[in-house]
Each structure stands twice: as C-alpha cells, then as structure tokens.
C-alpha cells in the first residue's frame, strides 16, 4: 500500500535559520511528489512539484526539494526561514500506476520563533 | 491566476441532513477531485471525477456520497445523510490532464451536530 512519512509533527526555528523538512514515501511505482502549504484557515498551496528530471526542484517563496529514489524521499529545505512561513507543511505522493489520487503525509508544522 | 474557489466556507449542519458542497474548478481543468480533513488527521482522498464520470474512488466515497458537475463550471460533492463523523473540511481540486499538478481551492469545513 501506498504511504507517505513525515516523521516530525512539529518542528521550532529561529528567523533566519534554515529548515529541512522530511518526507519519505513507500511506493513500488514511479512517484511524483510536491509540497502543499496549510496557512491557518487557508486551503492547500502547492509549494513545487516533481515529475521528472532534475531532482532538485525549486519552488515558491525560495523552498526546494530534492528527490531521493536510493532513500524513497522527498526533503523540503530553505536556507533562511522568515516568521511568514509560520504554517503546516505537507507531502503529497501520486503515482503513474496508481491513477490520479494523491496520498499525503500527516503533516509538519512550523513554528519561527523571533 | 486562476484559482479553484469553494462554497460556502463553513456550514453547520444536523445530523441525518443532506449537504451539498460547491465548487468550481479551474476553467480549462479537465479533471476534479474531492479530498477530505477530518481534524488532526491526514488529507484524504474521496474522489476523482472526469468526462462526467468517476474515474476514482475510496472506500471513503460510499453511497452516501455523490459528485456531479451540473453544469460547464461547478463540481459539486453531496452528502445525503450526513453523519457525526463526517465533520471535515472538504477541500475540492482540479487538475488540467490525468496525473498533472492538482490545484486545491481553500475548502469548506463541514460540522454536523
């Protein structure tokens, strides 16, 4: 069965730090992945995607992520997080084989403390 | 930018109700889909619906559920009997083609009483 991971619920930075965000999925398919933000009673925002190509992809608002095959991830990362980014962070795994639905993982979220 | 928008934000509703939840979709977004937030859980995918058809369901998506798209821009996701259990937010998507990037619009959250 398909299943992602995002092994931490919470995670606390200062503003200005860098963040890393962890996802790993469990697919025996061909995956393409993304990044949602969840602001506070906000709807999903797609953060970046990955189909195919080069495996590491940016995205809005300065995230990338880097696809993993050999580790089944897809890790978030920022280089200086800024207190706006303050929300709930989620990976979201799609496959070729397994028609248009997408699995998500549970959830990260961010806190920046000033 | 286009943007999947949904209606209406917030309903409350008592038990054993029918509900619709409206949406409309991306103007030229072939396919739709419908996934679900129960409070402090994962999101969840209901249904995916394309050429006036489900494509795709979970076993979530029984028969108190339907989907229909009444016309060239709404989707709409229908709950006949609603349930206790079935307080959410109801987030709806659209994608332009099969498996390309689903847009989700800002979701309705459901609360039945």
């Known amino acids: 069965a398909q299943s992602v991971t995002q092994p931490d619920i919470h995670i606390t930075v200062s503003e200005g730090a860098s963040l890393e965000l962890r996802c790993n999925y469990s697919?025996?398919?061909?995956?393409?992945l993304f990044w949602y933000v969840q602001s506070p009673g906000q709807g999903l925002q797609l953060l970046l995607k990955?189909?195919?190509?080069?495996?590491l992809v940016q995205g809005i608002k300065g995230f990338e992520a880097e696809f993993k095959r050999s580790q089944s991830s897809f890790n978030l990362r920022k280089p200086s997080v800024h207190w706006s980014d303050a929300a709930e962070y989620f990976c979201?795994?799609?496959?070729?084989?397994?028609?248009?639905?997408?699995?998500f993982g549970a959830g990260t979220i961010l806190r920046v403390k000033s | 930018e286009p943007e999947v928008t949904q209606t209406p934000s917030h309903q409350v509703t008592q038990m054993g109700q029918e509900v619709i939840l409206r949406c409309v979709p991306i103007?030229?977004?072939?396919?739709f889909y419908w996934y679900r937030q129960i409070l402090g859980q994962k999101v969840e995918f209901l249904v995916s619906?394309?050429?006036?058809?489900?494509?795709?369901k979970s076993e979530i998506f029984d028969d108190q559920f339907s989907v229909e798209r009444p016309d060239g821009s709404n989707f709409t996701l229908k709950i006949r009997s609603t349930k206790l259990e079935d307080s959410a937010m109801y987030f709806c998507?659209?994608?332009?083609?099969?498996?390309?990037?689903?847009?989700f619009g800002p979701g309705t959250r459901l609360l039945v009483l």
């Open positions: 998507a659209s994608s332009e083609e099969h498996q390309e990037t689903q847009y």
């Open positions: 697919y025996g398919a061909t995956p393409y």
């Open positions: 990955y189909f195919s190509g080069d495996t």
């Open positions: 979201a795994v799609g496959a070729l084989e397994y028609g248009n639905k997408l699995v």
């Open positions: 103007s030229n977004h072939l396919y």
């Open positions: 619906f394309y050429n006036n058809e489900i494509s795709e």
